[in-house]
Antibody
Framework: QVQLVESGGGLVKPGGSLRLTCAVS????????MNWIRQSPGKGLEWIAY????????VYADSVTGRFTISRDSAKNAVYLVMNSLRADDTAVYYC?????????WGQGTLVAVSS | SYMLTQPPSMSVAPGQAARITCGGD??????VHWYQQKPGQAPVLVLY???DRPSGIPDRFSGSRSGTTATLTISRVEAGDEADFYC?????????????FGGGTKLTVL
């Protein structure tokens, strides 16, 4: 059974930082493209970051380029999202999802709230 | 930012068909994928590569694409189909690499 479990969300002040973790099981992690996708309250889905299987190709949405970093650890079957210089409009549920082109497996999400 | 165009909402009676459209110039050269999201839950992939269903998705869900418009059809709609639906494609035009979602369609079952 495939499981993606996000953690690390919480309340952070504007300008602060946070690291999200997505623990993956039931998948060949080394063969899995990984993504982070977020959803602001009451809004639609916004893809924000992609990591290739090797981790050598990283792609970001314009809205987070220069502030967020995606990485992966094959030994731990985990993908991370380091978020710096957080702003109020980064408030969202953050999902990790596997796949390239389409996203076949999703986690349940972790809530990040940016507020003073 | 670029976004695919979906109707914000639609309503359908149980047993009828729902057809949700997704439009965008890039859809003429890219396949489309569809997700269903029920309140408080993560999205679920219901169609990929325009027409393919993941295992476990009922065959009441089907897809098509014509020109720059893709359509998700749910035949014989049930109360449990009520959800938000999103279309999506991976934009790899030229040097560009990004994922684009539609704005979402809220399907209400009357």
């Amino acid at each position: 059974q495939v499981q993606l479990v996000e953690s690390g969300g919480g309340l952070v002040k504007p300008g602060g930082s946070l690291r999200l973790t997505c623990a993956v099981s039931g998948l060949d992690f080394g063969d899995s493209h990984m993504n982070w996708i977020r959803q602001s309250p009451g809004k639609g889905l916004e893809w924000i970051a992609y990591s290739s299987r090797s981790g050598r190709l990283l792609v970001y949405a314009d809205s987070v380029t220069g502030r967020f970093t995606i990485s992966r650890d094959s030994a731990k079957n985990a993908v991370y999202l380091v978020m710096n210089s957080l702003r109020a409009d980064d408030t969202a549920v953050y999902y990790c999802a596997s796949g390239w082109n389409s996203f076949h497996h999703w986690g349940q999400g972790t809530l990040v709230a940016v507020s003073s | 930012s670029y976004m695919l165009t979906q109707p914000p909402s639609m309503s359908v009676a149980p047993g009828q068909a729902a057809r949700i459209t997704c439009g965008g110039d890039s859809l003429g050269t890219h396949v489309v994928h569809w997700y269903q999201q029920k309140p408080g839950q993560a999205p679920v992939l219901v169609l990929y590569d325009d027409t393919d269903r993941p295992s476990g998705i009922p065959d009441r869900f089907s897809g098509s694409r014509s020109g720059t418009t893709a359509t998700l059809t749910i035949s014989r709609v049930e109360a449990g189909d009520e959800a938000d639906f999103y279309c999506q494609f991976w934009d790899s035009s030229g040097d560009r690499r990004r994922v684009v979602f539609g704005g979402g369609t809220k399907l209400t079952v009357l």
